[in-house]
C-alpha cells in the first residue's frame, strides 16, 4: 500500500489594490516562493474605505482600520492567511484574533519633498512665502508649520501617481511624501530633497511592511519568519509602542526616530500642535531587546511634559469638524 502526500495548503495573501500596495505585496509573495518554493502563495485583491473616500481628508474621516479593516476582515473569515500592509497604515491595537506576525527590513523612512517644475532652487528653506504645499499628514503639517511658517498647505489625497499628476498639472507648488513609496515605485528622480529628522520626524512605521495574520495560525506564522528583519522590529516595537500609550491613531501629529547602536536603542518623540507653535520632544535610550518598554517609558515622560494636552485639543477640534 502506497501512502501519498497530503498537498501542502496554498497560502492566500491578502492586498489593497493600490499601486504601491501591490508592488510590495508581489514582492513578499516572491520572498516567499524563494525561501519555500514547494508552496503556492496566491494574491487577492480588496479594496479598503480608504481607497474608496478620496473626497474627504484623512483626519475627518477618524477610522485608525481605514486602510486595514476589510483585509482584517478576510483573515478572521478565513478568505485570505495573512496581509502585507504599509506599516504605517496598522493600527497599533488590531483586532482579537490578529497579530503583527512579520516586520520586514526598512527602507529609507524619512519624509521627501517633491517640487515642482517651475522652480530651480527645489529645497524646503528656497519656496517663496504663500507656496502651496501638499499633503494629507497631520504630522507632516504641523512641523513644518512649525519651521517654514511662511508656506501654505493644502490636502492632497489619491494615490502616488494621482498626486505627482496633480503637482505636475500646478494646483500644488510641492508635496511632501514618502521617501519609500517614491523608490519602491521607481520615482528615485522625483526626490528633490530628503527631509532631515531635525526638520521633520517620520510616521510610526514609515518605511517598514507589517504582515499582520491570524493569532492561531502557525503554519503562516513560520513561513512569516523568513521575512522578520530583527533591526527594523525592534526600532518599529519602540515606535507602536510610543503610539499605542498616546492612544494616537495615524491622523494625529506624532513622530518619531530610532536609531540602534548595537544592542543600544534610542527612540525620539514629538507631538506637535496643528498651528506648529508648540512642539514637545524628547528622546530616551535603552536595551533594543526591551524596545517596546522604551516606547511606553517615553510617552509617559511626553504626557507629563504637555504632549496629552496637545493631543486632546486635537481630538476635539477633529470631533467638531
Sequence with gaps: MSLTATPLRTIRIGSRKSQLALVQTYWVQEQ???AFPDRT??????STQGDKILDVALAKIGDKGLFTKELEVGMLSGDIDFA???????????????MLGCVTERENPA?????????QDKQLGALPEGAVIGTSSLRRLAQLR????????KD????????????????????????????????????????PAEVSLHAVGQGALGIECRTEDPEVLNLLKALEHLPTAQRCYAERAFL???????????GVNTVLDGDSLTLTGIVASLDGQRLVKD???????????????????????GAQEILDEILAMLDRA
Design 32 to 34: 516567499l516562493q524563494k
Design 41 to 46: 502563495f496566491e494574491v487577492h485583491t480588496m
Design 84 to 98: 502585507v500592509h504599509s506599516l504605517k497604515d496598522l493600527p497599533t491595537r488590531l483586532p482579537e484574533g490578529l
Design 111 to 119: 519624509d521627501a519633498l517633491v517640487v515642482h517644475e517651475k522652480y
Design 146 to 153: 512649525h519651521h517654514y511658517p511662511h508656506l501654505s498647505f
Design 156 to 195: 492632497v489625497r489619491g494615490n502616488l501617481n494621482t498626486r505627482l499628476s496633480k503637482l505636475d498639472a500646478g494646483e500644488y507648488d510641492a508635496l511632501i511624501l514618502a521617501v519609500a513609496g517614491l523608490h519602491r515605485l521607481g520615482f528615485d528622480d522625483r526626490i528633490h530633497q530628503v527631509i
Design 244 to 254: 499605542r500609550e498616546l492612544e494616537g491613531g495615524c491622523q494625529v501629529p506624532i
Design 283 to 305: 528622546s530616551i535610550t535603552g536595551a533594543a531587546a526591551d524596545s517596546e518598554t522604551l516606547g511606553t517609558e517615553l510617552a509617559q515622560r511626553m504626557r507629563q511634559q
